[in-house]
């Protein structure tokens, strides 16, 4: 993925759950293959706090070509957090699912269903 940071894509609850924050020096010499194209101090959004999620910043939630891109298309029903169909062009492909907790998560057993249709 190092040369291909533009294909990644994270799909987020929608954007008013998402928080602003800034570019900083550290974070671009941290993660400087990803977010060769963000300027420090640029406005970028991530979601939930900036400090628990560096690796998922997005500073334009439009271009999909540049750089890894935050896609706020999950929507929450219940306790059920919903994700479109999404088509995957043939060819092989990786999944990741990050949960990004905070202290008033509750600890217990989450059930994380997956349907792929080929």
């Known amino acids: 993925m190092e040369e291909n940071w533009d ?26 293959a990803m977010y060769d194209d963000v300027g420090v101090n640029t406005t970028v959004y991530a979601p939930g706090p900036c400090l628990y999620n ?8 439009e271009n999909k070509s540049n750089n890894p891109d935050l896609v706020p298309v ?5 306790n059920t957090i919903v ?3 999404v088509t995957i062009e043939p060819g092989n492909f990786s ?4 949960f ?16 792929v249709i080929p």
């Open 74 to 78: 999950l929507t929450k029903e219940n």
């Open 100 to 115: 990004g907790t905070l202290s008033n998560i509750e600890p217990g057993y989450y059930r994380i269903s997956l349907i």
């Open 95 to 98: 999944l990741v699912i990050k």
């Open 7 to 32: 294909l990644l894509d994270w799909y987020v609850l929608d954007s008013g759950n998402l928080t602003t924050c800034t570019m900083t020096e550290a974070i671009q010499a941290k993660y400087r």
């Open 54 to 61: 560096e690796e998922m910043l997005d500073p334009d939630l």
């Open 83 to 85: 994700s479109p169909y």
